[in-house]
């Protein structure tokens, strides 16, 4: 069975860096993209940043310049180095596989976030 497995979250101070890694069971160029989403207290999972197989990314905007997703295919490993953290991205951050607009194929578990400000 296919599974990711986040790794590298944990608390930080505003202003600081996180890298995010997220390790697949298989290989990950089958999928159109792999992706990284974020779900904050009491709001809705969000799509943080994508790439795709050909290693497109894509951000959202309140991301874009402080994140960078990346991907090593022949480690079957995604990453998401985030710097210059502030409390708005306190999270419960989750890999994803194959990466739709209206679905994903395979979930990680998440891995906190905590920015101290």
């Known amino acids: 069975q296919f599974q990711l497995v986040e790794s590298g979250g944990g608390l930080v101070q505003a202003g600081g860096s996180l890298r995010l890694s997220c390790a697949a069971s298989?290989?990950?160029?089958?999928?159109?993209?792999m992706g990284w989403y974020r779900q904050a207290p009491g709001k809705q999972r969000e799509l943080v940043a994508k790439?795709?197989?050909?290693?497109?990314?894509d951000y959202a905007g309140s991301v874009k310049g402080r994140f960078t997703i990346s991907r090593d295919n022949a480690k079957n490993t995604v990453y998401l180095q985030m710097n210059r953290l502030d409390s708005e991205d306190t999270g419960v951050y989750y890999c994803?596989?194959?990466?739709?607009?209206?679905?994903?194929?395979?979930w990680g578990q998440g891995t906190q976030v905590t920015v101290s400000s």
């Open positions: 790439i795709t197989s050909g290693g497109n990314t």
């Open positions: 994803a596989a194959g990466v739709y607009d209206r679905f994903v194929n395979y």
């Open positions: 298989g290989s990950i160029l089958s999928f159109n993209a």
